[in-house]
């Protein structure tokens, strides 16, 4: 049962255009949500995280938002650069919940 | 940067024999955890630890075990290698955020091990 998913494998988009790659969980315990970044060879970053009281985090050129009620989150990179191009996990805990539940992760590919 | 090391970074390995991979932490950090990343299974935890010889499974522990006998160091071992664990092993390690309650979790740079 895949409590967090990515239902995009792969995303392709041109240098410059704004990036949104989607999430989306099940389980209505979630109330914290991560994204990490994840270039070849290395390990994930993390990238930026929002609570359940938000409904939109801003960092740079990086905002995610969340629809608690459709139980989504969508993370927006504008503008794409060419270092944007690596492999995007979403993931979810609920709160005093230490364990992190990750989505199957979204390829981005930003062409120059 | 998170003070995370793992050794080995690569390891081939044969069928049937041990393999122990080592995660060390130079932040002090409470809270170490295993994943293993596949194609089209993103990041599936096998075990963590919620202190010194606290371990607990995750949701893909057979064929796993892990030990922490110091908070620095935590160790996955898989005691008969299987070419189904070929993948890629992380380790993290987590702190909880200034709200309290919500854990970021920081991850090593990985260990690639085949199984032949």
């Known amino acids: 049962d895949q409590q967090v998913k990515q239902n995009s494998p792969s995303l392709s988009v041109q240098e410059g255009r704004i990036s949104i790659l989607n999430c989306d969980y099940t389980n209505s315990m979630f109330d914290y949500f991560l994204w990490y970044k994840k270039y070849p060879a290395e390990g994930p970053t993390f990238l930026i995280s929002?609570?359940?009281?938000?409904d939109k985090n801003e960092d740079g050129r990086f905002t995610v938002f969340l629809n608690k009620s459709a139980k989504h989150l969508s993370l927006h990179i504008v503008p794409s650069q060419p270092g944007d191009s690596a492999v995007y996990f979403c993931a979810a805990s609920a709160f005093g919940n230490e364990k992190l539940t990750f989505g199957t992760g979204t390829r981005l590919t930003i062409i120059p | 940067d998170a003070g995370i090391t793992q050794s080995p970074r690569h390891k081939v390995t044969e069928t049937g024999t041990p393999v122990t991979l080592r995660c060390h932490q130079t932040?002090?950090?409470?809270?170490m955890y295993w994943y293993r990343q596949d194609p089209g299974h993103g990041l599936r935890l096998i075990h963590y630890?919620?202190?010194?010889?606290?371990?607990d499974k995750g949701e893909v522990s057979d064929g796993y075990s892990v030990s922490r006998s110091k908070t620095e160091d935590f160790l996955l071992t898989l005691e008969s290698a299987t070419s189904s664990q070929t993948s890629v092993y992380f380790c993290?390690?987590?702190?909880?955020?200034?709200?309290?309650?919500?854990?970021?979790?920081?991850f090593g740079p990985g260990t690639r091990l085949t199984v032949t």
């Open positions: 929002i609570s359940s009281i938000k």
């Open positions: 630890s919620y202190g010194v010889k606290d371990t």
């Open positions: 993290a390690i987590s702190e909880s955020t200034r709200q309290g309650g919500f854990y970021e979790q920081y």
């Open positions: 932040e002090n950090h409470r809270y």
